[in-house]
């Protein structure tokens, strides 16, 4: 059930509340939402039935109780407006959730500082808002490039210290957490480990915003379910990101599925942004579904660029060119105003960046 606190009340007072939940038997979780605290609580029957909500409407300083048997506490819409979505503020200058669309662009696979420099500066000037760029790649043959590690995310941050674009990248272990934290303005969370829960728990306990993907298989109440371990942990930067899934078509690599934006919107505060590359796999369909995302209300795309794509050491056939890239960005200003959402144009000033951001330890 979700709890709403008192208007006004302190962080004290919080913490006697949740002491009070605690004796009663109850989980709870706080979560700020514009000027109201909202405390999630879940009872030892792991649910929300109306005998506890009687209960706990008797306690002080809260001001009335949802009972609720909806398994996501900090994810849920629950309350807020219908349009209420969370802003995730990423570095020093950039959001997502607001007005303003989030722009991810960038190659598949750091391969080299050139290119990654190359790559980051069209995509700046033609108006992303941050960069991608895989240094840990989940690759499904063991003999595929696997990504250049460590040595890749001090590239990243010299491009980062270069453009002023905040860096995405991919962390699959629990145990690089800490080290990807220390480079990189998202921790992406890929695809394949959706499910990987101690991973979902570790970022949870970052400071970093996390971009979740979509599993292939997974359903939508999988989906904000591993949001909500990440939540549950204490971070509340979590965007989703839908990335297709698998389904019986074969002529395309997933399957776009254009409807999980609003409906997570429906069921999730939580800003949704589209990955239209990984979802179709062929470079000629990354633009219509790019568009397709934002007329269906996405908060942002994540789109993957290439200098050569048919060098590409990963996911050269899905990537854009730099130009295309650009069209991309020209074609979406039209969808984007009929949606009342904004596409960046170039505004980012270099700054916040000069040194990469620490040595590898
Ligand atoms: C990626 O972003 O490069 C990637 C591997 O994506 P996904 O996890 O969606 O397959
Ligand atoms: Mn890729």
Same mark, same amino acid.
Not at 36 to 62: E, M, Y
Not at 100 to 110: E, K, M, N, R
Not at 123 to 135: M, N
Not at 139 to 157: E, I, K, N
């Given at each position: 059930?979700?709890?709403?606190?008192?208007? $006004?009340?302190?962080?004290?007072?919080?913490?006697?509340?949740?002491?009070?939940?605690?004796?009663?038997? +109850?989980?709870?979780?706080?979560?700020?939402?514009?000027?109201?605290?909202?405390?999630?609580?879940?009872?030892?029957?792991?649910?929300?039935?109306?005998?506890? &909500?009687?209960?706990?409407?008797?306690?002080?300083?809260?001001?009335?109780? !949802?009972?609720?048997?909806?398994?996501?506490?900090?994810?849920?819409?629950?309350? @807020?407006?219908?349009?209420?979505? /969370?802003?995730?503020?990423? $570095?020093?200058?950039?959001?997502?959730?607001?007005?303003?669309?989030?722009?991810?662009?960038?190659?598949?696979?750091?391969?080299?500082?050139?290119?990654?420099?190359?790559?980051?500066?069209?995509?700046?000037?033609?108006?992303?808002?941050?960069?991608?760029?895989?240094?840990?790649?989940?690759?499904?043959?063991?003999?595929?490039?696997?990504?250049? $590690?460590?040595? $890749?995310?001090?590239?990243?941050?010299?491009?980062?210290?270069?453009?002023?674009?905040?860096?995405?990248?991919?962390?699959?272990?629990?145990?690089?957490?800490?080290?990807?934290?220390?480079?990189?303005?998202?921790?992406?969370?890929?695809?394949?480990?959706?499910?990987? +829960?101690?991973?979902?728990?570790?970022?949870?306990?970052?400071?970093?915003?996390?971009?979740?993907?979509? @599993?292939?298989?997974?359903?939508?109440?999988?989906?904000?379910?591993?949001?909500?371990?990440?939540?549950?942990?204490?971070?509340?930067?979590?965007?989703?990101?839908?990335?297709?899934?698998?389904? +019986?078509?074969?002529?395309?690599?997933?399957?776009?599925?254009? /409807?999980?934006?609003?409906?997570?919107?429906?069921?999730?505060?939580?800003?949704?942004?589209?990955?239209?590359?990984?979802?179709?796999?062929?470079?000629?369909?990354?633009?219509?579904?790019?568009?397709?995302?934002?007329?269906?209300? =996405?908060?942002?795309?994540?789109?993957?660029?290439?200098?050569?794509?048919?060098?590409?050491?990963?996911?050269?056939?899905?990537?854009?060119?730099?130009?295309? +890239?650009?069209?991309?960005?020209?074609?979406?200003?039209? !969808? =984007?105003?009929?949606?009342?959402?904004?596409?960046?144009?170039?505004?980012?000033?270099?700054?916040?960046?000069?040194?990469? &951001?620490?040595?590898?330890?």
């Amino acid at each position: 059930m979700i709890i709403v606190a008192k208007s $006004g009340i302190t962080e004290s007072e919080l913490v006697r509340l949740r002491e009070e939940l605690a004796s009663l038997g +109850f989980a709870s979780h706080v979560r700020r939402q514009s000027q109201r605290v909202l405390v999630g609580c879940l009872g030892g029957d792991g649910g929300g039935g109306s005998a506890g &909500a009687d209960c706990i409407r008797t306690l002080p300083n809260v001001e009335s109780v !949802v009972p609720s048997s909806h398994p996501l506490l900090l994810a849920a819409r629950a309350l @807020g407006p219908a349009d209420h979505t /969370s802003v995730v503020k990423i $570095g020093p200058t950039c959001t997502v959730g607001d007005r303003q669309l989030l722009i991810i662009a960038g190659p598949c696979s750091v391969e080299g500082q050139a290119m990654l420099n190359d790559v980051a500066s069209a995509v700046r000037d033609a108006g992303a808002t941050a960069l991608r760029g895989g240094v840990f790649k989940p690759r499904t043959s063991p003999y595929a490039f696997q990504g250049l $590690g460590t040595a $890749g995310l001090d590239m990243l941050a010299v491009t980062r210290a270069k453009t002023g674009l905040p860096i995405v990248s991919e962390v699959m272990d629990p145990r690089q957490v800490d080290l990807m934290s220390r480079y990189v303005d998202v921790l992406q969370v890929g695809a394949r480990n959706m499910q990987n +829960f101690s991973l979902l728990a570790e970022v949870g306990r970052s400071a970093k915003p996390v971009l979740l993907k979509r @599993g292939p298989s997974a359903t939508i109440r999988e989906f904000l379910l591993a949001a909500e371990h990440i939540l549950a942990q204490g971070n509340s930067d979590v965007i989703l990101c839908e990335r297709g899934i698998r389904t +019986f078509e074969t002529a395309t690599r997933n399957t776009l599925d254009v /409807s999980a934006v609003p409906v997570l919107k429906e069921q999730s505060h939580l800003p949704v942004i589209v990955d239209p590359s990984h979802a179709c796999g062929r470079t000629s369909l990354v633009i219509p579904l790019a568009r397709a995302a934002v007329a269906a209300g =996405a908060d942002g795309l994540m789109v993957e660029v290439h200098p050569s794509p048919e060098t590409a050491q990963s996911d050269g056939e899905q990537s854009l060119r730099p130009a295309q +890239f650009a069209t991309l960005m020209r074609e979406l200003r039209l !969808v =984007a105003r009929a949606v009342r959402r904004d596409v960046p144009r170039k505004t980012l000033r270099r700054r916040a960046w000069k040194e990469p &951001a620490c040595a590898v330890v």
